[in-house]
């Protein structure tokens, strides 16, 4: 392994922890980040497989949460429902995903205009979202009812256009179908568990022939560097967003995109 390419392996990674549940779209940071820093994976594989890392950190904060649920399944319809949401969430993503795999990461992913198009939109979407008056009807994740939880799953579709950002569109749409703030980040968090896995195993598999031992050292240290980021956002960002809402991401977004789109003007 290159020392440079190590470093940039790091580097990538806390990007994609310290970004992937904010609605700020990690995908688009880690792509751009990887072009101007002049890496390459075979595939665009890294951006999809670090994910992991950031996943494990939810699973490691919200462990004793989770065990519980699993442990009550059998006796607890409140549980059954939860999981089921989540579930029901994930089939959307599941199925356009698998459909539409090669599109992405042959066409999309490959196109940093409009990924950083995409985040100066995403930009000002939050902001119209944050400042609009809603009156939301929901504010326990664990009680989404099995329709809103199929509604968010299609918007968090959105997501496969890089730059949208996958927490970004589904935090949006819980927003717009009447959760609050905190629940709908919160949702977010857990819905990221089975579309992130599936995402994993489906880019690894197609990539399979295509990965070298070299490949997956690097991938591992972004995926450890993404779980260690990952952890702090997880554990701070619901009471942030509690007191501070999302203009600061709408901001982030809208600067990195015309950041971006200069630097790609100038430097290509």
């Keep these: 392994m290159e020392d440079q390419s190590i470093i940039s392996a790091l580097v990538l990674g806390l990007i994609e922890g310290l970004t992937e549940f904010i609605p700020v779209s990690s995908t688009a940071h880690v792509l751009l980040a990887g072009h101007f820093l002049g890496f390459k994976s075979p595939g665009n594989t890294f951006a999809v497989l670090i994910q992991l890392g950031a996943i494990l950190a939810i699973l490691s904060v919200y462990f004793t949460k989770l065990l519980q649920i699993a442990l009550s399944?059998?006796?607890s319809a409140a549980s059954r429902?939860?999981?089921?949401?989540?579930?029901?969430?994930f089939l959307p993503a599941a199925v356009i995903g698998a459909i539409a795999h090669d599109f992405i990461k042959t066409v999309l992913f490959e196109t940093p205009m409009l990924i950083c198009v995409v985040l100066i939109l995403g930009g000002f979407v939050l902001l119209w979202i944050d400042r609009k008056p809603l009156t939301p009807?929901?504010?326990d994740?664990?009680?989404?009812?099995?329709?809103?939880?199929?509604k968010i799953g299609f918007f968090q579709c959105l997501a496969m256009?890089?730059?949208t950002s996958r927490s970004g569109a589904t935090i949006v749409g819980a927003l717009l179908l009447g959760a609050d703030k905190r629940s709908a980040a919160e949702f977010s968090f857990f819905l990221a568990m089975p579309t992130m896995v599936g995402a994993f195993a489906l880019d690894l598999y197609k990539?399979?022939?295509?990965?070298?031992?070299?490949?997956g050292a690097i991938i591992a240290i972004g995926f450890v560097a993404a779980f260690v980021s990952a952890i702090f956002v997880v554990r701070s960002l619901l009471d942030f967003i509690s007191r501070r809402g999302y203009a600061p991401f709408a901001y982030w977004r809208i600067?990195?995109?015309a950041i971006g789109l200069v630097a790609l003007l100038l430097v290509g």
Excluded: C, K, M, Q
Aim: charged share 15%.
């Design 73 to 75: 399944l059998p006796t």
């Design 81 to 89: 429902r939860f999981v089921g949401a989540v579930l029901v969430g």
């Design 137 to 139: 009807r929901y504010h």
């Design 141 to 150: 994740v664990t009680e989404y009812p099995l329709s809103l939880a199929l």
């Design 161 to 163: 256009i890089p730059g």
């Design 207 to 215: 990539n399979r022939d295509a990965l070298s031992f070299n490949d």
């Design 255 to 257: 600067a990195v995109g």
